[in-house]
């Protein structure tokens, strides 16, 4: 007897456990990364609907998230990237039971009771954590400490051996290095002199290691990052690790043009060779771009129907190819004597002056067909994502006027799955590498010829350099910090790395000058690092750049991940890929091989 009262209240208890999910437990939803189980529990005597939204998405419509019926319970997964709005509303109300806003940890159980208030006799939403969840940040952690100490390796030992010289060999794998040209216009300067009675002129270390220090985090958020959100791009305004790399790179593309052509012209190479020159380079990465990192080969033969015009390679070539046209017509053969004049503190922008107007009139361009530009059933001037955004009022206007110019000229073969697609609901496709964005690009590439006629017109004089380079950067920072009033939405202009927005491209800028600077004076000032690993990248870049878009998803630079509900292994995989096309550069580096084009 004793036995069947305890085999019947076991087995109640079971129907209760079971029944808090909805049904039995075998339908309960799985959770995997970036989410957590959150059981809604209705002590109600009517239905009530639960609604969703999150706070990163700019004044979007609520979402459906979940229907639960009198006196029952339902389970639903949500996302724990960012903070969540949640709604409950009732039906026979038709008013709001109550709402919150809340972060929820990745892999925890959260349950929401609703029921009536014994103190005002209103409805009310009772939370409690039923599964603590997991650490999700602690994978960063640990990796970050892990490569604290590689840099130790890398910076302090070579450091500690170029002072001590405590032996020719620890000095010969620690401290020596190829020596490379100042104009930084490829790696074939890095190779041995042949004649050692013939001085050969350092090249700019601290460019290389920009370069390379770029190029490994945009193989690193190219992986993945890990699965984290920081890591990824931004859904649509705002700014995360991998809305920083693409400017940077660019950047030094004109820094390096700046440097490269001042060394040909002083060789006395013609302007006809000149054009030579930038038209092959430039057709060669268009059509790296159209031809091979457009798709992926287990896609199969290319197909005009889903080929995509735009592109990173085809957005680097053109920027490549203005800002040597700059240059090749409206750059100074020989720097002039220094003279007494009103203008000496900003020479090196006077001098440019036919290079600035050109500028300015491009940047004029972006802004007036950005916002003054008439597009179909979208307010003018419009810089939203479209979708549930902006409370639904235009679903089909991603992008405005640069979205709209896009589709006009590149119709379907443009990018289909912006970032703003999942957290927006768009519709539209939208190519982050589009027209107008390349405007911009060009001038962010400007800024990075400003820092090349720096680094030329005060060489010698590291102080004047360092302090103008700064001098830049607040000056970015400001107008970059005008344009946003210091919000992420409602600024005049947002930073927006879709759109490439001029409060991008400033505030990009502003980083870029602080960067540089300090490479510089860490690497070629003071030699206290020799930039290493990141030299090695910076010096084939082409080639890193190609072959991780290429191969890098098959193995060994990554695998089929088994273990998906937390961040460990997508993590591993993100720097274990990245490690590995570190060491390809370097072992390429002593071979002296480097891809140049």
């Not at 039971?97 to 972060?103: D, F």
């Not at 927006?496 to 502003?510: A, D, P, R, T």
């Amino acid at each position: 007897m004793e036995t069947r009262r305890l085999l019947q209240t076991s087995l109640t208890v079971l129907i209760l456990l079971t029944s808090s999910y909805g049904g039995h437990s075998k339908s309960k939803p799985a959770v995997k990364m970036d989410q957590a189980l959150l059981t809604f529990h209705n002590q109600l005597t009517e239905e009530v609907q639960v609604f969703y939204t999150s706070d990163y998405c700019y004044e979007c419509v609520y979402q459906h998230l979940a229907t639960v019926k009198p006196n029952n319970s339902n389970a639903s997964v949500v996302s724990t990237k960012f903070t969540l709005t949640m709604r409950v509303d009732s039906q026979t109300r038709n008013e709001s039971l109550c709402r919150w806003s809340q972060t929820y940890g990745e892999g925890g159980y959260f349950s929401v009771r609703i029921q009536m208030s014994e103190a005002t006799s209103d409805p009310s939403c009772i939370h409690k954590v039923d599964k603590t969840p997991n650490n999700a940040y602690l994978p960063v952690l640990v990796a970050a400490l892990s490569l604290a100490v590689i840099a130790l390796l890398f910076v302090v030992v070579p450091f500690i051996c170029r002072r001590r010289r405590t032996s020719k060999f620890i000095e010969t794998i620690c401290c020596q290095g190829p020596q490379n040209s100042l104009d930084n216009d490829g790696p074939h300067a890095s190779e041995a002199e042949h004649n050692t009675t013939e001085a050969k002129p350092k090249r700019l270390r601290s460019l290389d290691t920009f370069r390379g220090f770029s190029l490994t985090v945009m193989v690193f958020v190219n992986y993945g990052g890990g699965g984290y959100w920081f890591f990824q791009h931004a859904p649509w305004n705002g700014l995360t690790v991998a809305d920083l790399v693409m400017p940077w790179f660019v950047f030094i593309i004109g820094t390096s043009v700046m440097l490269a052509f001042r060394s040909m012209q002083r060789r006395g190479v013609s302007r006809l060779q000149l054009l030579r020159k930038i038209t092959w380079r430039t057709v060669v990465l268009l059509m790296l771009g159209f031809c091979f990192l457009n798709y992926s080969p287990r896609d199969g033969p290319l197909s005009w129907s889903w080929l995509r015009i735009p592109g990173v390679l085809q957005r680097l070539g053109f920027t490549y190819f203005v800002l040597s046209l700059l240059q090749t017509f409206w750059g100074q053969r020989e720097i002039p004597l220094t003279a007494h004049h009103w203008w000496n503190p900003i020479q090196d922008v006077v001098l440019y002056w036919p290079q600035w107007l050109i500028i300015i009139l491009l940047e004029t361009l972006w802004l007036c067909i950005t916002f003054l530009m008439p597009v179909p059933n979208c307010p003018t001037g419009y810089l939203g994502a479209g979708g549930i955004g902006d409370n639904g009022l235009y679903p089909n206007c991603t992008g405005g006027a640069a979205g709209y110019v896009d589709r006009w000229m590149f119709g379907d073969n443009m990018f289909r799955y912006p970032t703003c697609k999942e957290m927006y609901h768009t519709t539209q496709p939208f190519d982050p590498e589009g027209v107008l964005g390349t405007i911009n690009s060009i001038v962010m590439g400007f800024l990075g010829m400003q820092a090349g006629k720096i680094i030329i017109y005060y060489k010698g004089m590291n102080c004047h350099i360092l302090c103008r380079f700064l001098v830049w950067a607040i000056i970015l920072g400001i107008f970059a910090a005008i344009l946003t009033k210091c919000t992420r939405d409602g600024g005049f202009i947002p930073v927006n790395k879709n759109l490439w927005s001029l409060s991008y491209v400033m505030c990009m800028g502003c980083f870029s000058f602080l960067l540089l600077g300090g490479m510089y004076f860490v690497t070629d000032v003071k030699g206290w690092w020799a930039g290493r690993p990141f030299v090695y990248p910076g010096m084939n870049s082409i080639f890193v750049y190609v072959g991780h878009s290429l191969l890098g998803f098959y193995f060994p630079f990554s695998w089929e991940m088994r273990f998906q509900a937390s961040h460990w292994e997508w993590l591993f995989q993100s720097l274990w890929g990245t490690a590995l096309w570190v060491l390809i550069a370097y072992l390429l580096y002593r071979k002296k091989f480097f891809l140049k084009i």
